[in-house]
């Protein structure tokens, strides 16, 4: 990914926990490295194609002196969101907010937070086997495109299929989605429990008719294996009624622990029914 740096941009702002700070004032630095693909403005040299540092740099000024913050930490996470969120070529920023004359008794250079965050590309698996199904994954895909900062990007059609491991039960309503969010994958994970719980899920029995089902598949290509939170989600490549709708909109996604696309994994399934 290409990057523009902005460095040490001066400002004179309140931010601190002490009083005295929020009264006197100090000075902070921030710089900002802004990833995003330049190729296009560098073969137009159309600067409408890129980001416009003189405009984003008043921005983060405008952020800096808008607002007291107790915490570097918090003006750092609102320079990085503001950004992310109102400059759609921007798919990554770091953000370091330095505070060279912060109140420490010792002799010092600076003090500074620095961090990094980005766009994420999630797939998503949902299901439902009960009351209007259609419509349940209808309200599903609305929940999820409407929460904080996530937007839908792919939907795959609606698949019925039949019921996994207890099969003594109603067909299935199946999709996929992939989605475009700033939510990290324990964020995101709770937002679609909390989806879950509002549409009224009974987790009564494992695999048991449920009216709304939502599951990771991937964030990214990150590989998560917690206690409550397992990514790439286990069994993809044995599911068939995850595949299907999922190769509709990802087919040459690369699955990041198998190394194999989601074309190639269904294709698998294909063959072993067939031999």
């Not at 560098?42 to 980001?51: D, I, P, Y």
């Not at 808008?66 to 609102?78: H, M, N, V």
């Not at 439902?128 to 900062?149: D, M, V, Y």
């Amino acid at each position: 990914m290409d990057k523009i740096y902005i460095e040490n941009l001066e400002f004179r702002a309140y931010h601190g926990v002490f009083p005295e700070e929020k009264k006197l004032g100090q000075k902070f630095i921030v710089s900002l490295e802004l990833e995003l693909d330049t190729r296009e403005a560098a073969l137009s040299n159309n600067l409408e194609k890129t980001l416009h540092y003189g405009l984003i740099s008043e921005r983060v000024q405008s952020i800096v002196l808008e607002k007291s913050y107790d915490l570097l930490e918090s003006l750092a996470e609102k320079i990085a969101e503001t950004l992310l969120l109102e400059y759609p070529l921007l798919q990554g920023v770091k953000v370091r907010v330095d505070k060279p004359q912060a109140p420490i008794p010792l002799p010092f250079r600076t003090v500074a937070v620095e961090i990094y965050r980005s766009w994420h590309k999630v797939y998503l698996s949902l299901g439902s086997n009960l009351g209007e199904k259609t419509a349940n994954l209808e309200r599903a895909i609305q929940e999820i495109s409407s929460l904080k900062h996530t937007s839908l990007c792919k939907k795959s059609s609606f698949l019925e299929t039949e019921p996994f491991g207890y099969v003594e039960q109603d067909f299935f309503v199946n999709a996929c989605i992939e989605v475009k969010t700033l939510l990290t994958a324990k964020e995101l994970l709770a937002s679609c429990l909390a989806i879950e719980e509002k549409m009224g899920r009974k987790r009564v029995r494992k695999w048991g008719p449920r009216n709304i089902d939502i599951d990771i598949l991937f964030y990214d290509k990150e590989i998560y294996d917690e206690e409550d939170l397992v990514i790439p989600h286990p069994w993809i490549e044995e599911r068939m009624f995850v595949l299907e709708p999922l190769c509709e909109i990802a087919p040459n996604y690369i699955h990041p622990i198998l190394k194999k696309t989601i074309f190639m994994l269904k294709r698998g399934i294909e063959h072993e029914t067939t031999v």
